[in-house]
Nanobody, 120 residues
C-alpha cells in the first residue's frame, strides 16, 4: 500500500507564491517519475509539471518560467514552487508518483488533491 499526502495549498493574491509538497510513503521499492496535475471547475485534469528520477523535467507551456518542480529522492517527496501566480492557476492540484513495489512493474498513485486559489 502506498499513500501520497499533499500539503501547501491555500489562498494567495495574484503575483504571489506558494510551495506544494507531496510525500509518498508505504511499501516503496523505488519511484520513477513524479508529477503535478491540476483540475479547474468544468475542465479536464491537465499536466502541470513532471520530473524523472534522474531530475529531467517537463512543464506545461502555461507555467514555464513561473513554476519549478523538484524532488528529494531520499524523502520520496516532490515539490512544486509556484511564483507569479495568476487567477487562471486556480485549481485543485494533484500529485502523482510511478511507484515500484519490490520488482513489480511501476503503478501510478495519486494524492488526494490540494486547493490553490489565486484571488484578490
Amino acid at each position: 500500500q502506498v499513500q501520497l499526502v499533499e500539503s501547501g495549498g491555500g489562498l494567495v493574491q495574484p503575483g504571489g507564491s506558494l510551495r506544494l509538497s507531496c510525500a509518498a510513503s508505504g511499501s516503496i521499492f523505488s519511484i520513477n517519475a513524479m508529477g503535478w496535475y491540476r483540475q479547474a471547475p468544468g475542465r479536464q485534469r491537465e499536466l502541470v509539471a513532471a520530473i524523472t528520477s534522474g531530475g529531467s523535467t517537463n512543464y506545461a507551456d502555461s507555467v514555464k518560467g513561473r513554476f519549478t518542480i523538484s524532488r528529494d529522492n531520499a524523502k520520496n517527496t516532490v515539490y512544486l514552487q509556484m511564483n507569479s501566480l495568476k487567477p487562471g492557476d486556480t485549481a485543485v492540484y494533484y500529485c502523482n508518483a510511478d511507484v515500484r513495489i519490490a520488482l513489480l512493474s511501476p503503478v501510478r498513485y495519486w494524492g488526494q488533491g490540494t486547493q490553490v486559489t489565486v484571488s484578490s
